[in-house]
């Protein structure tokens, strides 16, 4: 029997065992999937070996952890920095990163993206701008705080230096009416903070948003099983929308792929994932 399991704190909300066992039972495979809480990512790999898995996800907060017990990584985990897959292959780890292609098939429904506007710097951030760069799509980052890491954006902003751009006075923005002020730069707005997860925060100043959303078109969160501030917002101006389930189940698809050498088809892999997400 095939051993599988993903890693987290927490773990409890994770739907990746719904997902993969439902691929397991649907393709009559010998293999089972679990979730395992670990407390501290130095114990992962010592872990992994000690249940006897043959390949695992890793969500938050271990995904650098993953990546740093790796003998072997895909060209998306390097450059991402992350991994959230391992297939233990000949005794030796192997990392990947699909968290990235994952995003990216989730937006390509939307249609022709020229330039997109990520909110967020954090560590899905890194795998977004990876695969718009890949894939040449133009993109700024808009944060509240300052970041270190180079995330091949055009510009990266913070609130001040975003107003200041388009010349505006962040501090003043409430005595600019949004309805006079339209930003037309970019086709896609993507939330990427971990505003609206478990509050009902905006990821950024409702100002900006108003000023953003109306000339956008699509509105991508990547949070899932909610309607977020953010999203309803976007909905408001009009904008199609997509919560992150997509990415989500796109992600596992690629992983489950990886488990079994990429021996199934993804579009089957896909459809029973779809209809495990579906008992929810
Ligand atoms: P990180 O903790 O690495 O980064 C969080 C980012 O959110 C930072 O840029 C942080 O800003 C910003 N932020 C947090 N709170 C606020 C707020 N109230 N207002 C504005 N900005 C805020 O998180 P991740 O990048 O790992 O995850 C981001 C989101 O993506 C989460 O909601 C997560 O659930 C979701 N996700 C979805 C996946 C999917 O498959 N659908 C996969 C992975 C993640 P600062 O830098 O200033 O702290």
Redesign the pocket.
């Known amino acids: 029997m095939q051993k599988f399991a993903v890693f987290g704190n927490p773990i409890d909300h994770s739907i990746s065992p719904k997902l993969h066992n439902m691929a397991i039972l649907k393709l009559n495979l010998d293999a089972f999937y679990g979730r395992i809480l670990l407390q501290n990512g130095e114990n992962l790999k010592e872990t992994f070996l000690k249940l006897g898995l043959n390949a695992a996800n890793i969500?938050?907060p271990f995904?650098l952890d993953a990546f740093k017990i790796c003998d072997f990584l895909d060209e998306a985990a390097k450059n991402i920095g992350s991994v959230n897959t391992i297939v233990l292959k000949d005794k030796k780890f192997h990392g990947y990163n699909t968290?990235a292609l994952?995003?990216y098939k989730a937006i390509l429904e939307f249609g022709e993206i020229k330039k997109a506007l990520i909110?967020?710097?954090?560590?899905?951030?890194?795998?977004m701008s990876y695969i718009l760069a890949k894939n040449g799509v133009k993109f700024d980052i808009l944060?509240?705080?300052e970041?270190s890491q180079n995330f091949k954006a055009e510009n990266f902003y913070t609130y001040e230096s975003f107003c200041e751009n388009f010349g505006l006075n962040f501090k003043n923005l409430d005595k600019i009416s949004s309805q006079n002020f339209k930003i037309s730069d970019y086709d896609l707005i993507i939330?990427?903070?971990?505003?609206?997860?478990k509050?009902e925060?905006?990821?950024?100043p409702k100002e900006i948003l108003d000023m953003i959303l109306p000339n956008a078109k699509f509105a991508f969160d990547?949070?899932?099983g909610k309607i977020t501030p953010f999203l309803a917002l976007a909905k408001k101006h009009n904008l199609k929308t997509k919560?992150?389930?997509e990415?989500?189940v796109?992600?596992a698809v690629l992983a489950f792929n990886l488990f079994y050498d990429n021996k199934f088809s993804e579009a089957e892999i896909s459809k029973f994932m779809h209809e495990a997400e579906n008992l929810k």
Do not use: C, H, V
């Open positions: 969500t938050l995904k968290d994952g995003f909110l967020g710097a954090g560590g899905t951030t890194m795998a944060n509240r705080s970041k939330n990427s903070t971990s505003a609206g997860l509050d925060n905006l990821p950024a990547a949070i899932y919560d992150g389930l990415m989500l796109n992600q």
